[in-house]
């Protein structure tokens, strides 16, 4: 029989302990190992703007389905403020879990060129998870403007210099500026009027206290089909399905596409098989003939990329955007 001492039982246990810290530690840090039973708790998906707009709307859908598919809670959370900023640095600064989720929009890439310092690194602090959809803003005019194209309006922006006046929902809002693309690359002057948001501005121009303006197809769409407004072009780089018969602005000013985005992001680091397990569950919910359809009736196309589509096209967004906010000399109130 084979005598432990006393002294040799706690040499045994305290290697005993170190090997099992030491394999736990391994186990961790194994591929797959931080995913595993994910999700085990309720999902916060951030929202950056109030309740009822067309991201909150889309958040709700996706929260849904990742509830469905999950079987766990996904609750969405509407952080609006500072342009955005509010929301986006709750994210940029929760664990890197997979459990606080951010709604990424335009206004993600283009506030870092709008504001001279940011809570947050925007590039260095969020993974990508999924770009989700695209939705084309259509050029809408006031009867009284005589511009039935891009083209005419361009025209009479060249004949009457800083007259045309036109609306958007705010400084450094997507329907500003698609209409400062539009401006600088027809080489025109014209006023610019911002309200406070959409639905004011689109009162405005039905007034006539502006001629024109980019808005969302969905509730532009009555005020096109009455009669109050006329269409002349969509912003993305083909026809939207839901107004085949308005041309693109690029027919007119080759390369033009302003079309707002929405995204799903997550804090940096999180673990690459939690990343490709939400990617992979919130691209069935998108592309679901029912779900496309639908989308595609209130002018939204469908993306539903990969996490590595979505951050080239994250980066390329960001250097787009500062490039015309300097051109046009715009600054974020």
Avoid: C
Avoid at 112 to 134: E, H, N
């Amino acid at each position: 029989m084979v005598l432990i001492t006393q002294f040799e039982k706690g040499q045994f246990m305290r290697w005993k302990f170190i090997l099992g810290a030491a394999s736990a530690t391994l186990l961790a840090f194994a591929p797959g190992a931080n995913a595993q039973g994910y999700p085990a708790k309720p999902i916060r998906l951030i929202v950056p703007f109030s309740p009822g707009g067309p991201t909150d709307i889309l958040a709700r859908f996706v929260g849904q389905k990742l509830t469905e598919a999950f079987g766990q809670q996904v609750i969405v959370e509407n952080r609006p403020g500072a342009g955005t900023v509010i929301g986006t640095e709750l994210v940029a600064k929760a664990a890197p879990d997979g459990y606080t989720l951010l709604m990424a929009s335009t206004s993600t890439a283009t506030i870092p060129s709008l504001l001279a310092k940011l809570p947050y690194d925007t590039l260095r602090d969020f993974t990508p998870v999924i770009l989700l959809v695209a939705s084309p803003n259509v050029l809408v005019v006031h009867p009284s403007l005589p511009a039935k194209s891009v083209r005419e309006l361009i025209a009479i922006a060249r004949a009457r210099p800083s007259q045309v006046v036109y609306g958007s929902g705010g400084n450094g809002t997507s329907a500003h500026l698609g209409a400062e693309i539009l401006r600088l690359m027809a080489g025109v002057s014209m006023v610019h009027v911002p309200y406070k948001g959409a639905g004011p501005l689109t009162v405005g121009l039905i007034s006539g206290e502006v001629s024109w303006m980019f808005g969302t197809i969905a509730p532009t769409l009555p005020h096109i089909q009455s009669g109050r407004l006329r269409p002349i072009a969509v912003s993305s780089a083909r026809r939207a399905s839901v107004l085949p018969e308005v041309p693109p602005v690029a027919d007119t000013l080759p390369g033009f596409e302003a079309s707002p985005w929405t995204g799903v992001s997550s804090p940096a680091a999180t673990p690459k098989e939690v990343i490709a397990r939400l990617n992979q569950e919130i691209a069935k919910a998108l592309t679901t003939p029912e779900t496309r359809e639908r989308m595609a009736r209130e002018g939204t196309d469908v993306v539903a990329s990969t996490p590595e589509q979505f951050d080239a096209f994250f980066r390329a967004q960001i250097d787009k955007w500062a490039k015309v906010i300097k051109a046009a000399g715009i600054k974020f109130e």
